[in-house]
């Protein structure tokens, strides 16, 4: 990140406070990638920042960086687009807590990814539009991180023997999250069904907006349980889902058994 005065869109991911009447504040800015900076006097009722700190909260963010020194300096915070809204929906706000962390944990400080931005920035506005299907997006966010951030195995073919799938038959779990097909698995002990794979694709082509329109409840919770073991196998350590994703081994058709010859 250049040092001096810097201006970039951001999203507000998390706050804290600070002696009497400060905030540290993390935010995903489009120019900047995570940035972690103290508001000064933002805790005191007439403050030059206002609601621009809130939690998901789009703002056009000024602060000042200094080589050598984690934590910027911030300076104002100009609304774009609030969640407030959002405030009185439960389960919206867990889902919200929940992709801050994600982001967090993914993102790297200084290291700008403005397609990450731009998914996040799209998905809050799908979810201002239908925010009783927040848990729904959780997974369709958590496919896309993982795409954007490089860490999604390939869906389209098997991963042993390059053979595209069908969406005909289901496809197995492999080594580290990939998928194969079930010629190529080994007694494997989960599969992700045909219902799962359609899921994947339609989320793949799909803006969140859309995708919230033509979902399907089952296969959604299926991804989730496939795209949950691969982000714990990138952080290589438990992560907490904030949103409590019911175990979709009891949810939906898909099968946790082990393929009989």
């Excluded at 896309?144 to 038959?169: A, H």
């Excluded at 409840?217 to 350590?237: F, K």
């Amino acid at each position: 990140m250049a040092n001096g005065l810097i201006r970039t869109e951001a999203i507000v991911l998390r706050t804290y406070r600070l002696a009497e009447a400060d905030k540290i504040v993390v935010a995903l800015g489009v120019d900047t990638g995570m940035v972690r900076g103290v508001a000064r006097g933002a805790r005191r009722l007439k403050n030059r920042f206002g609601a621009g700190l809130e939690i998901w909260t789009v703002i056009n963010l000024e602060f000042f960086a200094k080589e050598q020194r984690e934590l910027v300096s911030l300076r104002a915070a100009e609304i774009i687009i609030t969640s407030f809204k959002l405030a009185t929906h439960d389960e919206a706000v867990t889902t919200l807590d929940y992709l801050s962390d994600l982001l967090i944990a993914f993102v790297p400080p200084g290291e700008p990814n403005p397609k990450v931005y731009r998914m996040a920035k799209s998905c809050l506005l799908a979810l201002q539009n239908a925010p009783e299907k927040s848990i729904l997006l959780s997974r369709y966010f958590e496919l896309w991180l993982l795409k954007l951030s490089g860490f999604l195995p390939n869906f389209i073919l098997c991963q042993r023997c390059g053979r595209d799938f069908d969406l005909k038959r289901k496809a197995a779990f492999g080594a580290q999250g990939t998928l194969v097909c079930l010629d190529c698995s080994e007694r494997a002990a989960f599969y992700l069904s045909v219902e799962g794979l359609r899921e994947l694709h339609l989320m793949r082509r799909s803006a969140p907006e859309k995708y919230l329109q033509q979902y399907s409840d089952g296969a959604n919770a299926e991804v989730g349980e496939w795209t949950r073991g691969i982000i714990e196998r990138v952080l290589e350590r438990p992560f907490e889902d904030k949103t409590q994703v019911r175990d979709f081994r009891q949810a939906t058709r898909w099968e946790a058994s082990v393929r009989t010859e």
